[in-house]
């Protein structure tokens, strides 16, 4: 049964186990530090579809059926999917895990969404309301930039403030295992807007929302960052990281020697131009599976607090002025 | 603790009761035959507000502010809300209730949205996650006409076939009560297409996802349609009514005498020129706070199964000319 922790932590007493996961990506991908730690790399952006559209989806069919392979399980196994993407109205999932057959719940939380899949997962194992349950998501470069800014062929300049959307995707499958890691607490945001109206600066405007679920989490629990061997935020990039680092110092609680991005990992910085770093629902869903979690096997890390970041605006919001909203949802990971 | 019936099917065997629930609409919904039945009617489009969108988000804080109120609930006592939208990026949810500072959880189900917040929030409360949780959604005709049609000014003829968007939100709180309407089941659908390409026509594209959702129920429960008062879908319309109680038919299922649609319920069809009926995450989400629940409390109504269909496209998807998408999902509610 699942405890309240102060007002926001779930503790998961018996908790859910991952039982696989996977991560595919596109060729800047396959370039980038983690490369070789993807299950599998696509260098054509089309992944032989028709639309840049189809590809995000192929990517998500891609990464549940890697997951699946892995864990030896097939899609009847799996009773919920929770599924999200950027996409207007989420299609990215419901073309891509929908022809799996599995009931899904369509979950919505911009590059926040692998977080939130995954507490909703763990909950509906910890609940009893399920055996199996998958979280996935993606992004994809080409379909986001012309959904949320421009045309690829128009060739817009991006400010060193902005991020690139990663061509990417992860599945996660968890269950009720005795073993293997588990996710021992989940804490889902609160709708956060500091004021931030500019959409090529998403890191300044889902930075409070990051502070405010962190401070939230280490008040409910009673634990420190000395408990954990990382913090690790998805998509804060380089200016939203130097942000939340310094809204929680004013608040008492030092992150930095912990911390990390998931923005910050899945490029090389310099080489790959990518500006504020990665951005997307498939950007940290892809750092996890291709780093966090394979690392959390190894034994090289203990426990992580993974806490996706999302930018809850649309085209709409923007042209019309108003403020960006962020949230964070967390998990902790934990190998034991 | 849930108990998991046949492949699909939750059963709550502590059940969640509505603490309690609140409609609000438009001007025309408050023209329609449930119009005396709704908490607050708003004759002004845009609510006060600068744009639709923003008058949409409105519709969804006055919903839950109302709910709240009449359950003498204030927001820090709601541990969770699922809340989710039409608008790209579900952004009506974010600008709406994002604003309580409650821990929000985004779904996304398109006309779905309030019976899968239902099961969301059910399952959290019967899992030992919360005790309070609510579900909310909106739809607002203009904003959505823009988005996925025209703008108005441009004066596009619709079809027969095609819905009419509701300008209405609905919004319930549930929770660990001894008492009221409870939550007994609940089925999370699967996406389901059958080649619709017609955006115009989305009953058509919604009733086989109903049909597999109604199916699979009865079939997990040993259940019949003569242990319901009300089979009520939404948002068939006409036409997908008549093809959902087709397709159960076909499948030996006859609900034909039990069944009503959301969709059919909000409007006097013939003088308000709705052709095939409501549609909209506010049409069920309305009909529901507005006819189902206060019928269940009056004991009018002793259970209904309350399934929410969604079409899940989008105008790319549309315009590329990819099959359209529906899925159902639904709970029981019943008066004892």
Known sequence: MARRLGKYTLAFDRPPRVISFAAVGGKKEGEGPLGNAFDRIFSDAYLGKDSFEEAESELQRQA????????????????????????????????????????????????????????MASGFVE???????????????????????????????????????????????????????????????????????????????????????ILHFFEDTHMTPADFDLIMTGDLGKVGSRLLCELTRQNGLEISVCHGDCGLNLYHEQEQDVHAGGSGCGCCASVLCARILPSLCKGELKRVLFVATGSLHSTTTVQQGLPISGIAHGVVLSAE
Not at 127 to 132: D, E, P, Q, S, V
Not at 137 to 146: D, L, Q
Request: net charge neutral; proline share 3%; with cysteine.
């Open 64 to 119: 549940l059926t890697i997951a699946m392979s892995k864990g030896e399980i097939t899609p009847d196994k799996v009773q919920y999917l929770f599924a999200g993407d950027l996409l207007n109205q989420c299609v990215g999932s419901t073309m891509g895990v929908g022809t799996f057959g599995i009931p899904q719940v369509g979950i919505y939380g911009a590059c926040s969404t692998m977080a939130l899949g995954m507490i």
């Open 127 to 213: 609940g009893g309301l399920a055996h199996t349950a998958g979280a996935v998501t993606s992004s994809h470069f080409c379909a986001s930039e012309r959904q949320f800014r421009f045309p690829l062929e128009y060739g817009g300049q991006r400010p060193q403030t902005a991020g690139w959307t990663a061509t990417a995707s992860g599945a996660v499958l968890l269950g009720e295992r005795t073993a293997g890691i588990s996710v021992t607490h989940g804490i889902v945001g609160r709708v956060t807007a500091l004021g931030v109206t500019d959409a090529n600066n998403m890191g300044a405007a889902m930075a409070p929302a990051a502070a405010d679920t």
